[in-house]
């Protein structure tokens, strides 16, 4: 780490702009974050620079910047891009920094192989980090081979993310410290990965940088630290239940009662029931124990290839035979 001061900024932020593949039905978004409020709130907690990372768009950034232009120095526009193992058909988020709309034109081409995205990326020289490994990862392939991919295709891995497990980073954590191990240089990243505006500045990256195109370089060197703290099991139950109250307070906003029609209204009133009777909170916690569980899993295969790799140069050799005569 240089002798430059640490500049702060939370690389895991979304807006009300984020897209949100679940619960169609219902036209609920992902987040109800003004992307304005989300800026002063990054400001708040004392980020230097604020990164917007939606859900596979830029117009939360680019809304931001055309109501103030002013801000655009403190600004990085970035864009968590869902990309898949075509093999398994596991999903991924990678979070890519310093977009534009051709960028962001592009990324839409080649997201739907992870292994056609990351070559692109690299192609760039966009910073890119693999965003909370182990949310998707459901056993599609064994451990170790799933931890030998990441390391193969990417130099930057979230071990720091605020509203996932605590096993979840020690175990991205851990993928970082296998490889550098194995003589591979790799990096952490800290973001609060927040949909509401309580988490935000939850995780942070720190990295020197007079302005953010110098410290989005010294990111990519991997010359930056993680700082931060999980807001834990009771921080993510009411952040689903804030959502949800945001939801429905927004179908009062004459904006959003025009994307609605009478079937999404039903599926509005059905929902009110399921979501008293606990099924969120259900849902909640059969995430967060499973992604636990399983971060458990890869980070036990971890220390047993640890092993392995310690033992095999003081196995014995196979006896000799004495030759006869």
Known sequence: MTGSPLRKVDLHVHTAF???????LL????SYNDPLRVYERCREVGC??????????????LELLSRRPDLEPTVIIGEEV??????????????VLGVDEATHDDLNRVKGNIYELVPYLRSRNLVHVLNHPFQSYRMQKSPMRFVEDILELFTHVEMGNGTLPPDQNRA?????????????TRFGI????????RPIGAYVTLAPGDDKRAWLASVAEGNCLVAGREIGLLGLVGQVYGMVGRYYRHLGIPAERRRMTPVNYLA????????????????????????SGLSKVVSRSMRSADLRTVAEPCAPSAPQEEPEG
């Open 82 to 95: 869902e990309t898949f193992f075509p093999e398994t058909g596991q999903w991924a988020h990678v979070n």
């Open 48 to 61: 230097d620079y604020v990164a917007i990372t939606d859900h596979d768009t830029i117009d939360g950034a």
């Open 172 to 184: 991205a954590a851990g993928i970082l410290e296998y490889g550098r191990r194995m003589g591979l």
């Open 190 to 197: 800290g973001g609060s990965d927040a949909h509401g505006l």
């Open 27 to 30: 036209r609920a978004r992902d």
């Open 18 to 24: 984020s897209n949100f593949r679940h619960l169609k």
């Open 268 to 291: 509005a009133a059905a929902f009110v029931p399921i979501s008293l009777a606990g099924v969120p909170l259900f849902m909640s916690l059969l995430s967060y124990f499973g992604t």
